[in-house]
């Protein structure tokens, strides 16, 4: 699996918006962006499935959309109304099994976002 480059990540007011962007392999199944606040675990922010289903964690709900474009290989995280509570460095993650958490999870670098108040 290539190495995963993320970025897009910055600093921003409460409110503000960024748009994160990963470059993934090709024929990715199921892909996915995690999120990790410093001195915190890392938690599940949105993933996205072959069937272009999606899945997002109740704290972004209605805030992020997921998606990706296969022809360009790419994943990304549209982050609209963001919130102090949303800063971290945030790390894509493509898995053909969808459960990032065995050997066939492939992980990108992070890309850090800061929301100030």
């Known amino acids: 699996q290539p190495h995963m480059v993320a970025f897009g990540g910055g600093s921003v007011q409460a409110g503000g918006t960024l748009r994160l962007s990963c470059v993934t392999g090709?024929?990715?199944?199921?892909a996915a962006w995690f999120r990790q606040p410093q001195g915190k675990e890392r938690t599940v922010v949105a993933q996205i499935f072959s069937d272009r289903s999606t899945r997002y964690a109740d704290f972004v709900k209605g805030r992020f959309t997921i998606s990706k474009d296969d022809d360009i290989n790419t994943l990304f995280l549209q982050m609209d109304n963001l919130e102090p509570e949303d800063t971290g460095m945030y790390v894509c993650a493509t898995d053909p099994l969808c459960d990032y958490d065995g050997p066939a999870t492939s992980w990108g670098q992070g890309t850090q976002v800061t929301v100030f108040p």
């Open positions: 090709p024929y990715t199944s199921c």
